[in-house]
């Protein structure tokens, strides 16, 4: 097995792996849904995630219909992490072919404060006597 090189995403709110804190997906422009459903739970829809590897791609009944799917796993400690659509079999669920769900229990959201060194007082926050 080769070496395994990680991205780290620059934002200032994205999801990691709950297991490793492998970075995962920025969590705004990413995030295509917050209300899907899992076996174990909530789940996300992404439209791109990063330091992941895929399973073997097989068919599944799910509650909106047959998906040919692939599990998702952490490409750093191997957890399963949730599936990426690969096809789906109703014209109607087409919109979610190639984008991934990652299960809420198994990720978790860093948000970090960027603080601005540089900023200067505007005349609102100064203080009047």
């Known amino acids: 097995m080769g070496r395994v090189f990680l991205v780290e995403l620059e934002g ?17 422009a990413n995030v295509l849904s917050w209300s899907f459903n899992s076996r174990h739970g ?5 439209s791109k995630v990063v ?24 490409c750093c400690c191997g957890q399963i992490l ?15 072919e190639g984008k991934f769900v990652l299960e809420r229990w198994r990720i978790e959201e860093e948000v970090s404060e960027e603080v601005n060194l540089d900023a200067r007082p505007g005349p609102i926050d ?4």
């Not at 990691?16 to 970075?23: A, G, I, P």
């Not at 330091?51 to 952490?74: A, W, Y």
């Not at 100064?126 to 006597?129: I, N, Y």
Request: net charge positive; aromatic share 16%.
């Open 126 to 129: 100064v203080d009047s006597p």
């Open 82 to 96: 949730g599936w990426k659509y690969v096809f789906a079999h109703d014209k109607n669920q087409k919109y979610k």
């Open 51 to 74: 330091n992941i590897t895929v399973g073997p791609q097989e068919d599944k009944l799910m509650i909106t219909g047959m998906h040919t799917v692939e599990d998702v796993f952490c």
């Open 12 to 28: 200032s709110s994205f999801y990691k792996c709950r297991f490793c804190h492998s970075h995962l997906a920025l969590a705004g």
């Open 42 to 46: 909530r789940a996300y829809l992404f």
